[in-house]
């Protein structure tokens, strides 16, 4: 399966400042998505990335607060806007090509403080 | 929209011994179910997948059953290891290119 490479791994951000992640595959992937992960807990789907248009967003979660991009088929970006202590988790991006299993990035460890 | 629920939430063996999770799933348009492995601090692995025209896989020592009229699916680990201790997240999906459901993950610990 393709590779996606994430990054920032880790970060420690103050409340209310914004951090972008980014997500860039190795090859051209039909979907991408969003998912956040509490520590200790399950993966939750933020959105689904949409190459060339607007991101479709799971209840509970909103553009403003966490506007994505996807400007072509290999990179996506996630950003956590205006962030407060409760931000604080583990962001991943996910991939498929939509008849091959979904594959994640490494995930961003993010502590607001 | 779909809801997935796993059992047990936590489960220790035996190294030897044999593992079982179940998972059962909401909608019936769904069509896909993998299973995960995350190790602490690394990404979700995939370690099998089924899809709905079958009734059951086998990779080696690891097996899963699907019984799309009860909507249920379940992973079996045979010979369990140490190294096979890990959190293990199952998922449903409609196939193609729609966004993965998981449940809530099983922390499995074999001890040797």
């Known amino acids: 399966s393709a590779v996606i490479s994430q990054k920032p791994s880790r970060d420690i951000c103050q409340r209310g400042t914004s951090l972008t992640i980014q997500c860039q595959v190795d090859s051209q992937v039909t979907m991408m998505f969003w998912y956040r992960q509490q520590p200790g807990q399950s993966l939750t789907l933020i959105a689904t990335?949409?190459?060339?248009?607007?991101?479709?967003?799971e209840s509970g979660f909103v553009i403003d607060k966490f506007p994505i991009s996807r400007p072509n088929l290999t990179f996506s970006t996630l950003t956590v806007s205006n962030m407060s202590p409760e931000d604080s988790s583990i962001y991943l991006c996910?991939?498929?090509?939509?008849?091959?299993?979904?594959?994640f990035g490494q995930g961003t460890r993010l502590t607001v403080v | 929209g779909e809801n997935v629920e796993q059992h047990p939430s936590t489960l220790s063996v035996q190294e030897g011994d044999s593992a079982v999770i179940k998972c059962t799933y909401s909608d019936s348009a769904s069509n896909y179910f993998p299973w995960y492995k995350q190790e602490l601090g690394k990404r979700p692995q995939l370690i099998i997948d089924?899809?709905?025209?079958?009734g059951e896989k086998k990779d080696q020592r690891i097996a899963v059953t699907l019984n799309k009229t009860a909507k249920h699916f379940s992973l079996h680990i045979t010979e369990t290891q140490p190294e096979d201790s890990a959190v293990y997240f199952c998922a449903a999906s409609k196939g193609g290119n729609t966004p993965l459901v998981f449940g809530k993950g099983t922390r499995l610990s074999v001890i040797a």
């Open positions: 996910s991939g498929t090509t939509g008849n091959t299993e979904a594959f």
């Open positions: 990335a949409n190459q060339g248009s607007e991101a479709t967003y």
């Open positions: 089924i899809r709905s025209n079958v």
